[in-house]
T-cell receptor
Framework: GAVVSQHPSWVICKSGTSVKIECRSLDFQATTMFWYRQFPKQSLMLMATSNEGSKATYEQGVEKDKFLINHASLTLSTLTVTSAHPEDSSFYIC????????????????FGPGTRLTVL | GQQVMQIPQYQHVQEGEDFTTYCNSSTTLSNIQWYKQRPGGHPVFLIQLVKSGEVKKQKRLTFQFGEAKKNSSLHITATQTTDVGTYFCAGLASNTGKLIFGQGTTLQVKP
């Protein structure tokens, strides 16, 4: 159980184009989905948190107009990298949890397989 | 802001040797989670520790959560080549519900 998929697994695009990445929870309802970015040999950096049906909360320094997040249903969240540039090349990973954030004890996040974006 | 520091960054061991990675948080955590990421892969959930002083074991892996719920460790006994990867701790901040990842410890095991 608790499987999260991401699509596509890798994408190469030209500078200036937009890329959409999908994150799906396959066997559970994800009230909260998280989007992370990971540069080579570095840790995961949280970009934004999204709750189904509401606007995403972005971390400091993350441009919300550049990284558009939509969490339209309890099983799907999308990240769109708009007007991508080479510096946006990275490994983007989503995670999903079924519990409410902030509760004592928290909730496990289940990670998708990641999307490797290369912008030429 | 809240930080989780993890050491060491890299560790090379001979197969059969033990390995330990340590995490320290600047603030008290609701829980701490451990993940393993193989080269080219994504983080895979290993375990979650919630209670102060909690110790959990998974075969050769032993996880500890400090009494103050600010530090944690992962110890692998008699490493094997299949243990290769990067181990991340991630602390759940009680006030935000966000996971704060440590920098990770990359383990290399020489056969």
């Amino acid at each position: 159980g608790a499987v999260v998929s991401q699509h596509p697994s890798w994408v190469i695009c030209k500078s200036g184009t937009s890329v959409k990445i999908e994150c799906r929870s396959l066997d559970f309802q994800a009230t909260t989905m998280f989007w992370y970015r990971q540069f080579p040999k570095q840790s995961l950096m949280l970009m934004a948190t999204s709750n189904e049906g509401s606007k995403a909360t972005y971390e400091q320094g993350v441009e919300k107009d550049k990284f558009l997040i939509n969490h339209a249903s309890l099983t799907l969240s999308t990240l769109t990298v708009t007007s991508a540039h080479p510096e946006d090349s990275s490994f983007y990973i989503c995670s999903a949890s079924s519990g409410a954030p902030g509760l004592a004890g928290g909730d496990t996040q289940y990670f998708g397989p990641g999307t490797r974006l290369t912008v030429l | 802001g809240q930080q989780v520091m993890q050491i060491p960054q890299y560790q090379h061991v001979q197969e059969g040797e033990d390995f330990t990675t340590y995490c320290n948080s600047s603030t008290t955590l609701s829980n701490i989670q451990w993940y393993k990421q193989r080269p080219g892969g994504h983080p895979v959930f290993l375990i979650q520790l919630v209670k102060s002083g909690e110790v959990k074991k998974q075969k050769r892996l032993t996880f500890q959560f400090g009494e103050a719920k600010k530090n944690s460790s992962l110890h692998i006994t008699a490493t094997q080549t299949t243990d290769v990867g990067t181990y991340f701790c991630a602390g759940l901040a009680s006030n935000t519900g966000k996971l704060i990842f440590g920098q990770g410890t990359t383990l290399q095991v020489k056969p």
